[in-house]
């Protein structure tokens, strides 16, 4: 399947992510706890199962090792960060800060890979960064809570562009399953501890939460977050950051579907802006040079 299909099939599953997180209705850590260890386990048996696989765990170093460590570490921050933004703030506003990715990874880019971007798809990435402010700027009027909010997805775009940074390298001479199951369970451990120092209760909740949080991880992690790890291996992570800011439009319309969130005026003009420099960004992109 062409790489730029699963990329879009991936932010499709993605939309989901901030759904069911508001309708499991849990606290922010133990949500992210069982996602990660759910798409551990969905993904655990491909691992046991596969000789390959096995033999490839066994024959990772230590420098490997604690790169995909990390990996899973900042998966579970910007995961606890992102979720604690969604009691604070909408939807929408929430998933349109926190895809301000390709600003960290422009960023990124050029220290760490020394990528070099055609200035005119650096336009097409400040374009959608002005759309994504347009839609921010409605919570920030609205309260303080709401500027809470968006800083918390804030400081989440920055810790997940990390995390695909880390990917890009590790993808290069790591097997997605290696990584996704690794990373996803050095996650959940993270998380583990996280939510014992915060007292969470890990087991009182309905038969429906825990539908919704295996949900979450089955669409937004393994068919979402998933395609985007196999993808590091051909694609860099401010294509895959700005191929995210396409989450805002499925967002938006699952958010008005399940959860009755109104869609204002200034939130269209934002899409519309997100996807204009999406445009333009895809259109220049081709022209980049790295060395």
């Known amino acids: 399947m062409n790489r730029y299909v699963l990329l879009i099939l991936g932010v499709f599953f993605l939309s989901s992510s901030a759904i069911f997180v508001k309708l499991a209705a849990a606290p922010p850590g133990i949500t992210a ?29 230590l420098r490997r090792g604690l790169l995909i460590f990390t990996g899973g570490i900042l998966l579970a921050v910007h995961y606890i960060l992102w979720f604690q933004s969604l009691d604070y703030t909408s939807v929408a506003s929430s998933t ?26 650096v336009l097409g990435i400040v374009i959608a960064i002005i759309g994504c402010f347009v839609i921010g700027y409605r919570d920030m009027r609205l309260s303080t809570l709401a500027l809470i909010g968006d800083s918390l997805a804030l400081i989440a775009a ?8 880390i990917g890009q390298g590790i993808r290069k001479e790591s097997g997605l399953i290696v990584y996704s199951v690794l990373g996803y369970g050095s996650s959940a451990c993270f998380l583990f501890l996280y939510c014992l120092i915060q007292g969470n209760d890990f087991i009182h909740y309905s038969s429906e939460t825990f539908l919704y949080l295996i949900a979450l991880a089955l669409f937004a992690t393994i068919l979402g977050q998933t395609i985007f790890n196999f993808l590091l291996r051909w694609l ?15 967002t938006c319309l699952l958010g008005y579907i399940f959860l009755h969130e109104r869609i204002s005026v200034t939130q269209f003009i934002g899409i519309a802006i997100i996807l204009l420099g999406q445009a333009v960004f895809i259109l220049y992109s081709r022209e980049t040079k790295n060395p």
Do not use: W
């Open 158 to 165: 920055a810790v997940i562009t990390a995390y695909f940074f």
């Open 96 to 121: 349109v800060i926190v895809t301000l990715q390709p600003l960290f990874a422009v960023i990124g880019g050029y220290f760490l890979y020394h990528e070099r971007l055609n200035p005119k798809a």
């Open 33 to 61: 706890f069982y996602r990660m260890l759910f798409s551990c386990l969905l993904l655990l048996p491909f691992a046991v199962m596969n000789k390959g696989i096995r033999e490839e765990i066994r024959g990772i170093d």
């Open 236 to 250: 860099n992570t401010t294509v895959i950051s700005m191929a995210i800011l396409g989450e805002v439009i499925g």
